[in-house]
C-alpha cells in the first residue's frame, strides 16, 4: 500500500512541477524563428513526406519486382553461408524508399557466424521495388522479411 500511495504522489509532484509559461513574461520563452525562407508549414509538409509508414494500413503495398517467390529465389541464389549445412531463419526489417531502394537495414535476429552481415549484403543486391501507396502518393514503408537460409 505504501509503494501505490508513493507511486501517486511522485506522479502528482511530477504534475504540479512541470514547467508552464507563465503568462506576464512569455517573452522569455519565445523559439527562435526557423533559418532562411523556411516556414513551419514547409517543415511539417517536409516531415509528413518523409515519415515512415508500416505495410498493413496502406493502399498499395510495396512489392519486389515478380513477387514473393522471386524474392525468395534471389536470395537463395545471392546469399553464400559462411558455413556448411548451416539452416535457419534470419528477420530483417529496412525502409523501401519512394523511388523503391532500401535503405535502414537492420538484421532483427540471424543464426550466428556472420550470417546477419551476409543477409544485409545480399539485401544490398536487391534490384527496386514498386514503392507503396497511400492515398495515390508514394510513401516510404517500413518492411519485414524472414530469410529462409537452407
Same mark, same amino acid.
Given at each position: 500500500?505504501?509503494?501505490?500511495?508513493? &507511486?501517486?504522489?511522485?506522479?502528482?509532484?511530477?504534475?504540479?512541477?512541470?514547467?508552464?509559461?507563465?503568462?506576464?513574461?512569455?517573452?522569455?520563452?519565445?523559439?527562435?524563428?526557423?533559418?532562411?525562407?523556411?516556414?513551419?508549414?514547409?517543415?511539417?509538409?517536409?516531415?509528413?513526406?518523409?515519415?515512415?509508414?508500416?505495410?498493413?494500413?496502406?493502399?498499395?503495398?510495396?512489392?519486389?519486382?515478380?513477387?514473393?517467390?522471386?524474392?525468395?529465389?534471389?536470395?537463395?541464389?545471392?546469399?553464400?553461408?559462411?558455413? $556448411?549445412? &548451416?539452416?535457419?531463419?534470419?528477420?530483417?526489417?529496412?525502409?523501401? $524508399?519512394?523511388?523503391?531502394?532500401?535503405?535502414?537495414?537492420?538484421?532483427?535476429?540471424?543464426?550466428?557466424?556472420?550470417?546477419?552481415?551476409?543477409?544485409?549484403?545480399?539485401?544490398? &543486391?536487391?534490384?527496386?521495388?514498386?514503392?507503396?501507396?497511400?492515398?495515390?502518393?508514394?510513401?516510404?514503408?517500413?518492411?519485414?522479411?524472414?530469410?529462409?537460409?537452407?
Amino acid at each position: 500500500m505504501k509503494k501505490f500511495i508513493i &507511486l501517486i504522489a511522485i506522479c502528482c509532484v511530477q504534475n504540479i512541477f512541470s514547467q508552464t509559461i507563465p503568462k506576464g513574461n512569455s517573452t522569455q520563452y519565445k523559439t527562435e524563428a526557423p533559418v532562411g525562407n523556411v516556414s513551419s508549414n514547409a517543415q511539417a509538409v517536409t516531415e509528413e513526406d518523409n515519415q515512415i509508414y508500416n505495410t498493413a494500413g496502406i493502399d498499395v503495398r510495396p512489392e519486389f519486382p515478380g513477387g514473393v517467390e522471386a524474392m525468395n529465389g534471389f536470395i537463395k541464389q545471392n546469399f553464400k553461408s559462411p558455413k $556448411e549445412n &548451416l539452416k535457419g531463419k534470419i528477420y530483417a526489417t529496412f525502409i523501401i $524508399e519512394k523511388d523503391g531502394s532500401l535503405s535502414d537495414i537492420k538484421i532483427l535476429r540471424d543464426i550466428g557466424y556472420e550470417t546477419g552481415a551476409e543477409a544485409i549484403r545480399v539485401l544490398k &543486391l536487391f534490384p527496386k521495388w514498386s514503392p507503396g501507396k497511400q492515398n495515390n502518393k508514394t510513401i516510404r514503408v517500413l518492411y519485414s522479411i524472414p530469410m529462409l537460409i537452407n
